[in-house]
């Protein structure tokens, strides 16, 4: 973990932004249903749904 805040708060950022993006494509039409059923993608959309 980086020791400033500023750089915490970025390296936040940058996690929010890339799980969105990750569930942007799992949840995308295009995109093979299985991937929905994966334990751990259920598990980080209930994450960014309560955050």
């Not at 950022?13 to 569930?23: C, E, I, R």
């Not at 991937?35 to 598990?43: M, N």
């Amino acid at each position: 973990m980086p020791k400033l805040d500023s750089e915490r708060e970025a390296l936040g950022n940058l996690v929010g932004k890339d799980g969105f993006a990750l569930l942007d494509d799992i949840y995308a039409p295009t995109a093979p249903f299985w991937l929905r059923q994966i334990k751990a993608v259920e598990i980080l959309r209930q994450v960014w749904v309560q955050q």
